[in-house]
């Protein structure tokens, strides 16, 4: 699978965007598929997952009731939609890929040792 994020850039806090990452590849289907981010001098840290199916979704605790993840299978693309956006939230965005041949729960998919593919990031600057 390779992966392609776009979307990103500068948005004043409150504001929104909408970061897409489309797939190549005949996995994607079969693939769980997660949003991280890295901030300047940290580490990357999970956002959010979508299953296989889309009809499950799973949040870090500060991008719940903001962020929505979404997928289109047809589409070959992942969906992070990025509402009331804050300062704390800019970082380089990845989207990434978890090839499963059973379902897991997403749940279960929130570190980078958990997926298999990665995209090449998206900035996302929000200013205060």
């Known amino acids: 699978v390779q992966l392609q994020a776009s979307g990103g850039g500068m948005v004043q806090a409150g504001g929104s965007l909408r970061l897409s990452c489309a797939a190549s590849?005949?996995?994607?289907?079969?693939?769980?598929m997660g949003w991280f981010r890295q901030a300047p001098g940290k580490e990357r840290e999970f956002v959010a997952a979508?299953?296989?199916?889309?009809?499950?979704?799973s949040y870090e605790d500060s991008v719940k009731g903001r962020f929505t993840i979404s997928r289109d299978t047809a589409k070959n693309t992942v969906v992070l939609q990025m509402n009331s956006l804050k300062p704390e939230d800019t970082a380089v965005y990845y989207c990434?890929?978890?090839?499963?041949?059973?379902?897991?729960?997403?749940?279960?998919?929130?570190?980078?040792?958990?997926?298999?593919?990665w995209g090449q990031g998206t900035l996302v600057t929000v200013s205060s």
């Open positions: 990434a890929a978890k090839f499963t041949i059973l379902t897991v729960p997403v749940t279960t998919l929130t570190t980078t040792s958990d997926y298999d593919y």
């Open positions: 979508v299953s296989r199916s889309g009809s499950s979704t």
């Open positions: 590849g005949r996995t994607f289907s079969r693939s769980a």
